[in-house]
């Protein structure tokens, strides 16, 4: 249902606009960000912008895809036209850049939109790739990696930044940006990509910033977890602290059970294009699903690389943690 302060938009300009950000065909001939047809002047878009493959040494290191093959960074690209890439990509990437270069943390809007908007860049990117990625790069006829329809989900994600960057203007980002102080590392450790497509979360560390998401939560996440999120900010979080929380942010994010509803509206007097991402919830009496440690558990050992036997005593049910000593105080060791 339509506001009262809103007209509605009239059917063909409507038509043109369903066309343009819901038509998009996620094929390798077109721009990935705004779907128009590739010309001779297009462009690959780096996944992983070459600013930070450059600071961090990581072109020729290599990243796990969802069939646990892998790839570098540096072949990490998808295709894009030469607008999108030297024009709103780049403007992005230049604020972006600036932002973890200071490396102060900023809660300002600017920069939580910023930062929301490029990590849906990243993370949209490295699921597009796998579209056109062989599951067996040893035979001519293996599938791809990804399917269309396992980017179905993405759709709304994806229409968001589309519409971010267009004319007509999307509400504010549909997701919870938790930003962190991470402790100094050598250049080699100093970053670090987590992306988990269970919860469509992703999580960067950058120098001495992370930054985790969880795009389609309509910040319900960042609302009902950052009062006891937030007092790690006071620490500055080591490779595995890091992505403790990640796996903590991660696994709650599974347990959060929330739809989107997208509406088009015009307003006057230009009739500017509004597009509303509002959040639904299926069954608001049980929207979160009550946390069990066996599952966490498993996350965790998923994403530190440590055994499931060593993180967890399955008699007590207790997880064991990098976050906090023995005495349950927040340590003060970056681990």
């Not at 403790?244 to 709650?252: A, D, H, T, V, W």
Request: aromatic letters at 12%; glycine letters at 4%; one cysteine or more.
């Amino acid at each position: 249902m339509l506001d009262n302060n809103y007209s509605p938009v009239n059917v063909p300009d409507l038509d043109q606009v369903l066309l343009s950000v819901l038509g998009h065909p996620f094929t390798g001939d077109c721009c990935f960000l705004c779907a128009e047809p590739l010309k001779e002047d297009f462009t690959q878009e780096h996944v992983i912008p070459q600013w930070l493959q450059k600071k961090y040494q990581l072109h020729n290191q290599r990243i796990t895809l969802l069939n646990g093959t892998d790839i570098s960074y540096r072949q990490l690209t998808i295709p894009c036209c030469s607008r999108c890439n030297r024009i709103h990509l780049s403007q992005l990437e230049n604020h972006i850049k600036k932002y973890f270069t200071k490396g102060i943390l900023s809660d300002s809007q600017t920069d939580r939109h910023a930062l929301y908007r490029w990590c849906a860049k990243i993370y949209i990117g490295l699921l597009y790739k796998e579209l056109f990625l062989k599951a067996n790069r040893e035979r001519a006829d293996s599938s791809k990696i990804g399917t269309h329809n396992s980017f179905d989900n993405l759709k709304i994600l994806w229409l968001w930044l589309h519409t971010s960057f267009r004319q007509f203007q999307a509400t504010d980002p549909p997701g919870s940006v938790f930003i962190f102080r991470c402790a100094d590392l050598p250049t080699g450790m100093s970053f670090d990509l987590l992306d988990d497509c269970f919860s469509n979360c992703i999580a960067l560390r950058i120098g001495t910033i992370g930054v985790i998401v969880d795009f389609l939560d309509h910040h319900v996440h960042y609302s009902e977890c950052w009062h006891h999120l937030s007092e790690h900010r006071q620490q500055k979080l080591g490779h595995l602290q890091f992505r403790e929380l990640s796996s903590q942010i991660f696994y709650k994010a599974r347990l959060i059970h929330i739809s989107t509803d997208v509406s088009f509206y015009a307003v006057p007097p230009d009739r500017r294009l509004i597009i509303s991402f509002n959040p639904q919830f299926p069954d608001p009496s049980v929207f979160c699903q009550e946390w069990d440690n066996n599952v966490y558990a498993r996350v965790l050992a998923g994403y530190t690389g440590i055994s499931l036997s060593q993180l967890y005593d399955q008699d007590r049910k207790m997880v064991w943690t990098f976050l906090r000593d023995s005495s349950g105080q927040l340590t003060s060791e970056s681990i």
